[in-house]
């Protein structure tokens, strides 16, 4: 029984001693696949070593390790799995809290990622990354509530199981593209080390008008000279097309051997065998190229000193047949992070990726365009181009329309897939209705014009009191309904500096003149017919009716309730109607078109259908006599007698054209 203890104790130990031998060749392979770049097979080899390994500080490094390779291939959310792992190991770097926000933004997961970005800014207050992520937290809800006119669409034609990705059109045109593809048909079959798919090639797909779809995409290159067995792809064109600069990835068992740019030249239908641009030194990365319109100058990914850290955006201009004297493209477009995936348009805007700048998670598209001074002003597309996944390798169609397409990893996606993009034009329209003041019932055979600052002027029939009508873009515009028996009404609108489509509301509402109109507003000193400050805007809203009326006269009526005597209260209304025509007169209006006239309080008010439904003592028609008043409650005679002392001015004519004098003769 003892000896037999003692012999599972040992090839117990003997387990143990192999697991631990074993858990310790995987990570130190793991860890050489990490420090060369090979991600993929990193996780493969730590996986297995975090298994079987007992050492708990190897474990807590192997999680952040795990962490690490799955962000850098962009797997967030097992990378968040593994950041938390080491965190709660009690991994003492804090960049892993940063990173583990990172990866909860980019699985929507908001409230815990403000939270961990706190954490991390708590010791590290000044992190620009950190308030970027945290701020964007509170950005992209309303962003993806309030998305860009862009429309997306997947081309599903273009996508595969595999990752497809930076699709570029050849000479500008919309029906051929040049594509990369880690597709089944790649040349030589080989799996990735970096992300465990197959090493990428260079894919041709023309567009099938009459199926009106892209073809299956097919490899451009079948002779091993364009496409090989390390990763081929990230195209550049020069404007008509016939020359393509390329970047190659090359890996060893051991090494980084780098990214490197290569250019070809299209011939009689087939491209030469390429040549490596001598660009930045062994073991630097040189990628994701972009050429100028004009094939001058060259944008170009790389790690070379001199940058912002990270991977960092620089262009080179070419001199004589070749491109030298790489310039970075400074701290407004290149930080810290990794900005990757120029493109530059004919209109100078520069395009590229960044996971540093404010984005929605992961890597997002960012404009920049230079503005007076020649600083670059960069900003974030937003939704639907970006998303919490990946958005990178957008490329434009030439011509007026802004089309074209990238590449995203984003949900619904198989793996990096080719997304369409098109900007809509920008429709405005407006619909409104013509209504009764008094009685707000649509105003049928009412008319609308319509005058705007591009030279529009329109005049049209509102039918049953409506209207609707597509507006321009960068014009103001003045709305006047108008019909005979009512005063006009106008309103302003503008689709000056409008980024989006809207539609517009614009209702009219005419005032009948067969009745007295009311005036609110105007005060005057008690017993006095001194015009107090605040009457001004009521006052300056009359002058504007009759310049919008300029054909009409009118007659100020200024009314008293009944405490005091007939004659002071006549006297009083009458310099009170004076003070207001005064007013007008100062403000320009033709004195031929105003009358003044104090009626006292000889002119008790009747309660039209509106003023009713303000007073729930009041009927329609109720005439504010000093009888009907004294039978009110005190509180109800006090509202009563302050709607008799009004202003209101009535309509005498609708002809009234202006006179100008001759000139004396000189």
Not at 120 to 128: A, E, K, Q, R
Not at 420 to 425: A, D, I, Q, R, W
Request: hydrophobic letters at 35%.
């Amino acid at each position: 029984m003892k000896r037999t203890f003692l012999a599972v104790v040992g090839i117990s130990f003997i387990i143990i001693l192999l697991a631990g031998c074993s858990a310790q060749k995987h990570y130190r392979l793991g860890t050489v696949s990490y420090e060369i770049g090979e991600y993929y097979r990193a996780t493969e080899k730590f996986r297995k070593a975090y298994r079987k390994d007992k050492d708990l500080n190897r474990k807590m490094q192997m999680a952040y390790q795990l962490g690490d390779a799955y962000y850098k291939i962009g797997e967030y959310a097992k990378a968040a799995i593994w950041y938390k792992n080491a965190i709660r190991r009690g991994y003492p770097n804090r960049e892993a809290l940063l990173y583990y926000a990172d990866c909860l933004r980019a699985t929507k997961k908001f409230e815990e990622a403000v939270e961990s970005y706190q954490l991390y800014l708590d010791s590290v207050p000044d992190d620009v990354r950190a308030i970027n992520g945290r701020d964007a937290c509170l950005y992209i809800q309303d962003w993806e509530e309030n998305p860009t006119r862009y429309v997306v669409n997947t081309v599903r034609e273009l996508n595969s199981k595999h990752s497809d990705y930076a699709p570029v059109f050849v000479g500008g045109r919309d029906n051929e593209i040049l594509m990369t593809s880690a597709r089944e048909e790649v040349t030589g079959n080989r799996e990735s080390s970096i992300t465990g798919e197959f090493s990428a090639d260079i894919f041709r797909s023309e567009f099938q008008v009459q199926r009106q779809k892209w073809g299956e995409p097919k490899l451009i290159d079948e002779t091993g000279m364009i496409n090989t067995e390390d990763e081929d792809g990230a195209v550049a064109l020069s404007g008509n097309g016939d020359q393509m600069i390329f970047t190659r990835a090359r890996y060893d068992k051991f090494n980084n051997l780098g990214a490197e740019l290569y250019s070809a030249k299209m011939s009689r239908g087939n491209w030469s065998e390429p040549i490596k641009i001598e660009i930045v030194g062994d073991s630097l990365i040189a990628a994701h190229p972009a050429l100028s319109p004009n094939g001058d100058v060259l944008y170009f990914v790389s790690d070379r000193p001199g940058g912002f850290g990270g991977k960092d955006i620089w262009m080179a201009t070419k001199d004589g047949g070749s491109f030298s004297n790489p310039v970075n493209l400074g701290n407004k477009i290149n930080t810290p992070g990794n900005e990757v995936f120029p493109a530059i348009r004919s209109n100078g805007e520069l395009y590229f990726s960044s996971d540093y700048h404010m984005g929605m998670g992961g890597l997002d598209i960012f404009k920049a365009v230079k503005d007076d001074s020649g600083e670059w002003k960069v900003e974030n597309m937003k939704a639907p181009m970006n998303s919490s996944g990946d958005d990178f390798a957008i490329t434009f169609i030439e011509g007026e329309e802004e089309r074209g397409m990238f590449s995203s990893n984003r949900k619904g996606s198989r793996s990096d897939d080719i997304y369409s993009f098109y900007l809509p034009p920008k429709v405005y329209r407006v619909s409104g209705e013509i209504y009764n003041k008094e009685t707000n019932q649509r105003l049928d055979g009412a008319r609308i014009r319509i005058i705007g600052t591009d030279g529009t002027n329109l005049k049209m029939r509102a039918e049953d009191g409506k209207f609707q009508l597509k507006l321009n873009p960068e014009t103001e515009y003045i709305f006047a309904g108008f019909k005979d028996g009512f005063l006009n009404d106008k309103k302003r609108e503008t689709t000056i500096g409008l980024e989006d489509s809207k539609d517009f509301r614009v209702d009219l509402f005419l005032t009948p003149t067969d009745a007295p109109i009311r005036v609110d507003n105007i005060n005057y000193e008690f017993g006095s017919w001194e015009l107090l400050p605040e009457s001004v805007n009521a006052l300056d809203s009359l002058v504007a009716i009759l310049e919008l009326n300029p054909t009409i006269t009118i007659e100020l009526m200024s009314h008293t309730d009944h405490v005091g005597s007939d004659q002071f209260n006549f006297d009083l209304s009458q310099k009170r109607a004076q003070s207001v025509v005064d007013y007008l007169i100062e403000k320009g209006i033709n004195p031929d078109r105003l009358v003044a006239k104090g009626y006292g309080e000889t002119w008790p008010k009747k309660i039209t259908r509106t003023m009713a439904k303000n007073y729930d003592f009041l009927n329609r028609n109720d005439e504010l006599t000093e009888e009907f008043i004294n039978g009110l409650t005190p509180e109800q005679q006090e509202a009563a007698m302050a709607i008799n002392r009004r202003t209101e001015f009535r309509v005498l004519s609708t002809d009234f054209h202006e006179t100008f004098a001759p000139e004396a003769e000189q």
